[in-house]
Structure formats: C-alpha cells, structure tokens
C-alpha cells in the first residue's frame, strides 16, 4: 500500500492492489487517542491495482498525527501513519 500524499491538508490517496474480486474494501482514519475519525466503504473493487481517496476528514483543525487503515473483509491488512497539515 502507498499512502499519500504525506503531509495532507484534505485529501488522502490509496494505492493498493487487490487480490481478489470478491474482496470487501474499506479504509479508517483514526486520531491519535484511538477515536476513529473517518469510515469509508467502497464494497467490492477489481482485482489488481486500485486508487481510492478518502476525503474531508475531521481531524484536528491544528497539524496532527493520525492513523489510515486499509481493511479487507472487515480485517486491517495495512496501517500507514500520516500527517494532516492546515497549511497549503
């Protein structure tokens, strides 16, 4: 998985590959005290390698550290630490 970009201001991006049709994908932005922030389902996905983006998220409005989840079939497969700044 490849995560970016890093540091983030509202938009972060996703890149993956999926190893099968069937698979259910979702993602999960948590704040550094554990709260999940952000849930996004994006269900089934084609197989091999996928884009998604997760946007809008309600993390502090001050630069903080949070957490980005990657799961499939309900189970995190990947974790990448990110930055969300509030500076462009």
């Known amino acids: ?26 993602a999960e932005v948590y704040d550094l005290t554990g709260r999940l922030v952000m ?10 390698r996928n884009m998604i983006q997760l946007r809008n998220i309600e993390v502090s409005k001050a630069t903080s550290l949070c957490l980005v989840a990657l799961k499939v079939n309900g189970k995190i497969v990947q974790t990448a630490k990110m930055i969300r700044t509030i500076q462009k």
Do not use: C, Q, W
């Open 1 to 26: 998985m490849h995560v970016y970009p890093n540091p983030f201001l509202d938009v972060i991006n996703l890149d993956f590959v999926n190893k099968s049709a069937g698979d259910r994908i979702s």
């Open 39 to 48: 849930r996004k389902e994006f269900n089934t996905m084609p197989v091999g």
